[in-house]
């Protein structure tokens, strides 16, 4: 088992930042992956960034030239400037491993992020 904890997140205006944090934690095995993910309301949840095993980073389009994504072993950093309105929602943190042949996908509970006009 996998303990996700997020942090940060809040209210901000339009074009104004905010950073979020993410720490997995609990398990012997290493997280192979992790990323940030969001859902506004009656939306699914998309992902916004990902960084895979092999250190490769993937960003949503829309976000792209905005928003920052960094790794130091277990905690994950979501760095978000010029922030719009589009991007309110709930942000998760996911970690994922590899344990065997088996993949598990472990989330956190989620943290607002709320940008007004």
């Known amino acids: 088992q996998v303990d996700v904890v997020e942090s940060g997140g809040g209210r901000v205006q339009a074009g104004g930042s905010l950073s979020l944090s993410c720490t997995a934690s609990g398990s012997i095995f290493g997280i192979n992956a992790m990323g940030w993910y969001r859902q506004a309301p009656g939306e699914q949840r998309e992902m916004v960034a990902k960084?895979?095993?092999?250190?490769t980073i993937y960003y949503q389009d829309s976000v792209k030239g905005r928003f920052t994504f960094s790794r130091e072993k277990n905690t994950a950093t979501l760095r978000m400037d010029s922030l719009k309105v589009e991007d309110s929602g709930v942000y998760y943190c996911n970690a994922f491993q590899w344990v065997g042949d088996r993949p598990y996908d472990f989330w956190g509970q989620g943290t607002q992020v709320t940008v007004s006009s």
């Open positions: 960084i895979e095993t092999d250190g």
